[in-house]
């Protein structure tokens, strides 16, 4: 059983929106920071944006003022609100889990931005 299960990728149009979910197990999900990166083919991944166990949030200058994350502690879950995706924004996301040296991977879910 994955401890991170990404979900919601899929295909969008330029200017549209995508919602990615991360469902965390077997963790303390209230203590870990969480974050999305992505990576395109032939590019190194790259952090997306990041939230820390107390909500403080923190975007890369690419998707500041398109992409949202948040978290519900409650339902252990992450997620990345992407609006107005560009087809730069075309990449595997990967949902990542930090507290201390502890971290943790998701599996990753392909988004593709094309009209």
């Known amino acids: 059983q994955r401890l991170l299960a990404e979900s919601g990728g899929g295909v969008v149009q330029p200017g549209g929106s995508l919602r990615l979910s991360c469902r965390a197990r077997?963790?303390?999900?209230?203590?870990?920071?969480m974050a999305w990166y992505r990576q395109a083919p032939g590019k190194q991944r790259e952090l997306v944006a990041a939230?820390?166990?107390?909500?403080?949030?923190n975007y890369s200058d690419s998707v500041k003022g398109r992409f949202t994350i948040s978290r519900d502690n409650a339902e252990s879950t992450v997620y990345l609100q992407m609006n107005s995706p560009e087809p730069e924004d075309t990449a595997v996301y990967y949902c990542?889990?930090?507290?201390?040296?502890?971290?943790?991977w998701g599996l990753g879910t392909q988004v593709t931005v094309s009209s």
């Open positions: 990542h889990a930090r507290l201390f040296r502890s971290e943790y």
């Open positions: 077997g963790i303390i999900f209230g203590r870990y920071a």
């Open positions: 939230i820390t166990s107390d909500g403080t949030t």
